[in-house]
């Protein structure tokens, strides 16, 4: 029996954020064609979470590429924002980005795109029209100094 997917909440073409996944997750992204995960979840932040080491060779075993990039919203600093842009400037799509709830990766698209000139209000619009509140955007851009 093939394993469900997890729910994705689609940012723009090619690239979506989910909540937080597990082998079996990735395992059914992987057969769904999902060539690149960006893990934004720090180790250990939920008891019995797949560690990245094992998430990454998870990935690895279905050839898909694997970068984590953890943070929480208080310890997010310009170096997520680049080393998140540098994922986006060079993975194979399609993308999925994680968290546990799907929240802080829609945030870090967010201020990428951002800091690449997009309207604020568009991306808060097109994250809701996901199921994702980022709302706060333009403060956290603002504390980033984006």
Same mark, same amino acid.
């Given at each position: ?35 690149? @995960? ?56 399609? @993308?999925?980005a994680h968290c546990r709830s799907g929240t802080r990766s829609a945030l870090l ?14 991306? @808060? ?8 509140? @980022? ?12």
């Amino acid at each position: 029996m093939p394993s469900k997917s997890p729910t994705l909440a689609e940012l723009a073409a090619g690239i979506s954020a989910a909540g937080k996944l597990n082998r079996k997750d990735i395992e059914a992204l992987a057969a769904q064609g999902v060539r690149t @995960i960006v893990n934004n979840r720090p180790d250990g932040e939920d008891w019995g979470q797949l560690s990245a080491a094992d998430a990454r060779a998870v990935a690895a075993a279905h050839s898909v590429a694997y970068h984590h990039i953890p943070f929480t919203m208080a310890s997010l600093s310009k170096a997520e924002v680049d080393a998140f842009a540098a994922v986006l400037a060079g993975a194979e799509q399609p @993308i999925v980005a994680h968290c546990r709830s799907g929240t802080r990766s829609a945030l870090l698209w967010a201020l990428v795109r951002l800091r690449d000139g997009d309207d604020p209000a568009g991306l @808060i619009g097109q994250a809701a029209r996901s199921g994702i509140d @980022i709302a706060a955007l333009p403060a956290i851009a603002a504390r980033l100094g984006l």
